[in-house]
């Protein structure tokens, strides 16, 4: 396989990423700081839906920020499709993230002034750009959420704003979805519905999709879930199932999967 063709399949890569906490100040060093990142190299195949797991604290947001171009390594290249972020003014992340990049959050993050319609448009109108109409079309009737887009959040279910906000997230085509436990607020079916269609999209729309979560059962949705500890990537599981994850979790180090 030559490069190229690894690159034109690979959406994030990261190599030897570390984040320090708290060495900004001046005078301070590496001793002072917490290590959030110690070394964590990763390559997320186009197409595909990846879990971070871990436990509180193992660096599982200070990872998505920093391969989400919310954040810079201490140390470390990221590169999202052909362009090394690491690289980047913070001017440039904040184009990149605008462009390439959707989030989908626990708290949803709607804005109880407009309708869903309009929350699914506004980050596509901030950046100025013309909405795909047949794209739109397209993610709204996936998701089913044609007869909610008149209606503000508040008279909207957790599950149906988090297909709102799941449709905003996917609305300007973004090379990477990332998702920060999305299914943190809902019950059991919903969550089910919502992690449903993030497998959809990938299968049916070729989206990436990066997504934290502390569930199993979530992460069972995933095609591949890595696992943090202390700031290292500790363990991976393929084609996970529940058990899968739960047993990786329980011991981490055992490698598995292909
Ligand atoms: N802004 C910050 N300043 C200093 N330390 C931080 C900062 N953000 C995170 N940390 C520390 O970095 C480490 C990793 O934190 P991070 O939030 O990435 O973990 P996490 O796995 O996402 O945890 P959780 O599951 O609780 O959200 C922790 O020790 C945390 O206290």
């Known amino acids: 396989m030559t490069l190229t063709s690894v690159a034109a399949r690979t959406a994030v890569r990261a190599i030897n990423v570390t984040k320090v906490y708290g060495v900004d100040s001046p005078g301070a060093t590496a001793a002072v700081g917490v290590q959030a990142l110690r070394g964590v190299d990763l390559e997320i195949d186009k197409g595909s839906f990846l879990a971070v797991m871990g436990p509180s604290g193992s660096g599982k947001s200070t990872l998505m920020h920093c391969l989400a171009g919310l954040d810079r390594p201490s140390s470390g290249a990221i590169t999202l499709e052909d362009t090394e972020i690491t690289a980047l003014s913070e001017r440039q992340r904040t184009d990149l993230r605008r462009d390439r990049i959707g989030f989908v959050f626990q708290q949803y993050h709607l804005l109880p002034e407009l309708n869903g319609s309009e929350n699914i448009l506004l980050p596509l109108e901030i950046a100025g750009r013309r909405p795909d109409q047949g794209w739109l079309d397209t993610v709204v009737s996936a998701l089913q959420i044609g007869d909610q887009l008149s209606r503000r959040p508040s008279q909207l279910s957790g599950g149906q704003q988090q297909r709102i906000g799941i449709a905003r997230a996917l609305a300007a085509r973004p090379a990477v979805v990332f998702a920060d436990e999305p299914t943190g607020n809902l019950d059991a079916r919903s969550g089910r519905d919502v992690l449903e269609f993030l497998r959809y999209s990938t299968r049916e729309f070729g989206q990436t999709v990066v997504m934290v979560t502390h569930d199993p059962v979530a992460a069972s949705y995933?095609?591949?879930?890595?696992?943090?500890?202390?700031?290292?990537?500790?363990?991976?599981?393929?084609?996970?199932?529940?058990?899968?994850?739960?047993?990786?979790?329980?011991?981490?180090?055992?490698?598995?999967?292909?």
């Open 222 to 258: 995933s095609d591949r879930v890595v696992l943090l500890l202390d700031g290292r990537i500790s363990g991976r599981v393929d084609e996970p199932t529940p058990e899968s994850v739960l047993d990786a979790l329980q011991n981490p180090g055992k490698r598995r999967g292909r």
